[in-house]
């Protein structure tokens, strides 16, 4: 597709919306479609990212890629007429007699770019949002991931009119010219990098963005915490995918004298996770050849720099680099000057550093871009307080991993570097709604005691105005 085709069904939605958004029993049916022929899907779905692959686990994908699309078609669904209903407000005592309200109103046509990680989950769940919200939606999917892609346009396009949901394909100059779009608001999910550029282009049509960046999420565990329970949620989190999630465990803080415990456990959770990594089903292939060799240059520095280096290949089969499964991988103690310190690892490679004091922990995740995630595991004590209050994340979970993902009833976002805004619930619908005031004025009208001449009346009225 070229920038005068993608514009020209921008304009088309843009005029089509301008017919009049649709009611709610309408944008109730239209989620319920979408949930319905996500599940019907689900498994051509799968068959097309395993592919993007080379593999990915099908259960992997029915969990974290089809469930919560369902989940929030499903919510949306349920919670949309308390949603949409426009909200009465107190105006103030100095507007009196007259009343408020703010209406949640559309906005219009929404862009929507998805990354390759998880491309369903993270291309239909804004969708879902926006759709909720009374939007049309222009999609712009991945382009490393082309048969998910390819499914989702034809699944979409048996759905909807072009006029109401149209996915764009191609490739990054296609994206660059899909995010220069006047759209009425865009949803970024990807690297901090590349959200740096799309924010530079909606700054030029003046596009609300919201921006589902990543950053490097960390695993505090304190003092007094189940390690066997932490090491156990920190494996399943960070395996999941391969590691390739933008909220996946990105290192681990833990009191030093415990670390040596935690690579144990961690090491035969691993094992029992995925006793094999090579015909494994479960375990999923890095994306592409050459995140994989990332991947593999990120573990050597580590390794040339002196870092111990533990390598948790279950049956010893030394996947070769043809099938992009990386085995899980420690690193200890890296030093910071490390990529695998500086840069989101996006991976099966986890850094563990030993602390001496819990406040030496904070400081050092404080001391760092804030990241997407925070994973925290230990008693629901004062160090728990102080990490909550003290620390800057997108979301946290406690005693777990990932979870609060999944939580609809919770926003979805990054803070500083991790990205702006949410979505997700309630909050996605806020995001692809403009909340518009209305002041209703009554036949009584305070407002005559403030127009010239001004007098005595004017000044007793704004004393009371300006009183403290």
């Keep these: 597709m070229n920038e005068q085709s993608i514009a020209a069904i921008l304009h088309r939605q843009r005029e089509a919306f301008r017919a009049g958004p649709p009611n709610l029993a309408q944008r109730r049916e239209t989620l319920k479609r979408l949930g319905h022929a996500v599940k019907a899907s689900a498994e051509e779905l799968a068959q097309a990212v395993s592919a993007d692959f080379g593999h990915r686990s099908r259960h992997e994908t029915l969990m974290a890629d089809i469930f919560p699309v369902i989940a929030a078609a499903r919510h949306a669904r349920f919670h949309l007429r308390r949603w949409m209903r426009a909200r009465t407000v107190w105006p ?25 990680n998880y491309p369903v989950n993270l291309a239909l769940t804004p969708l879902v949002a926006a759709l909720a919200a009374g939007d049309r939606v222009m999609l712009k999917p991945s382009e490393l991931t082309p048969r998910t892609a390819e499914t989702l346009k034809e699944m979409l ?9 149209a996915v764009v394909l191609g490739g990054p100059e296609v994206g660059a010219a899909f995010c220069a779009l006047p759209f009425d608001a865009l949803l970024f999910t990807g690297s901090t990098e590349v959200g740096r550029k799309v924010l530079a282009a909606t700054a030029e049509t003046l596009t609300p963005a919201t921006l589902e960046l990543g950053g490097k999420s960390p695993c505090v565990i304190a003092p007094g915490a189940d390690l066997a329970q ?7 989190g ?3 995918n391969a590691g390739q999630s933008c909220i996946a465990p990105d290192y681990v803080l833990l009191p030093a004298e415990i670390k040596p415990i935690f690579v144990k456990l961690f090491t035969e959770t691993v094992n029992k996770l995925y006793p094999s990594l090579l015909d494994n089903a479960d375990y999923t292939s890095v994306i592409s050849d050459a995140h994989y060799m990332r991947l593999t240059r990120m573990v050597e520095e580590a390794r040339q720099s002196g870092a111990e280096i533990v390598v948790i290949d279950p049956a010893n089969e030394n996947p070769p680099p043809s099938s992009r499964k990386f085995a899980p991988t420690l690193i200890l103690d890296p030093s910071e000057d490390l990529c695998v310190m500086r840069e989101e690892i996006f991976g099966p490679i986890l850094p563990a550093l030993g602390y001496q004091t819990f406040d030496s922990a904070l400081d050092f995740v404080n001391a760092r871009p804030r990241p ?10 004062r160090n728990l307080r102080r990490l909550l209050a003290g620390a800057h994340a997108g979301g946290v979970t406690v005693n777990q991993t990932m979870s609060h993902f999944v939580a609809e009833n ?3 976002g990054g803070v500083g570097p991790s990205g702006m805004g949410a979505y997700h619930g309630e909050a996605g619908f806020r995001a692809f709604s403009h909340a518009k005031p209305v ?13 010239p001449p001004y007098g005595k009346l004017t000044e007793a009225v704004l004393r009371f105005m300006l009183r403290g």
Excluded: H, N, T
């Design 410 to 412: 919770l926003p979805f």
């Design 157 to 165: 396009g048996g759905l909807f009119l072009e006029e109401e949901v």
């Design 238 to 240: 960070k395996l999941l």
């Design 439 to 451: 002041l209703l004025q009554s036949r009584l009208d305070s407002r005559i005691l403030l127009r």
């Design 372 to 381: 997407l995630a925070l994973y925290y595991f230990g008693p629901e004590d």
């Design 230 to 236: 932490a090491a156990a949620c920190i494996a399943v």
């Design 92 to 116: 103030g005592l100095e507007l009196a007699p007259s009343r408020a309200r703010i209406m949640a109103q559309p906005l219009g046509v929404v862009g929507v770019v998805s990354p390759w």
